[in-house]
């Protein structure tokens, strides 16, 4: 079992920046793919980032490629997204998310954190 925590969300002004980081702990944390998603109220939930064991795999949704992105610190058992360039339509709740294989479908994680609010304003 893992247990997910995220940390870092906030209000921030368009244009300015972010770091959210989501700490893991409950089994080896490198041994799971690690992700964001994001849902705004009203909205379907949204891939953002993901990352595999060792760091050198990464996928970023369009929406937010050259904006953000994710990393992470094994040693630290520690996933990060960092999120530059905010704009008003970034808002929304991010959630960090584990699993056993490599994807972008909400539903094939088997680990979520209660995730972090993101508000940016105009």
């Known amino acids: 079992q893992v247990q997910l925590v995220e940390s870092g969300g906030g209000l921030v002004q368009a244009g300015g920046s972010l770091r959210l980081s989501c700490a893991g702990s409950?089994?080896?944390?490198?041994?799971?793919?690690m992700g964001w998603f994001r849902q705004a109220p009203g909205k379907e939930r949204e891939f953002v980032a993901a990352i595999g064991w060792s760091g050198g795999n990464k996928y970023t949704a369009d929406s937010v490629k050259g904006r953000f992105t994710i990393s992470r610190d094994n040693a630290k058992n520690t996933v990060y997204l960092q999120m530059n360039s905010l704009k008003p339509e970034d808002t929304a709740v991010y959630y960090c998310v584990a699993g056993v294989v490599a994807t972008t479908i909400a539903g094939e994680y088997d680990y979520w954190g209660q995730g972090t609010q993101v508000t940016v304003s105009s």
């Open positions: 409950g089994r080896t944390f490198s041994s799971y793919f």
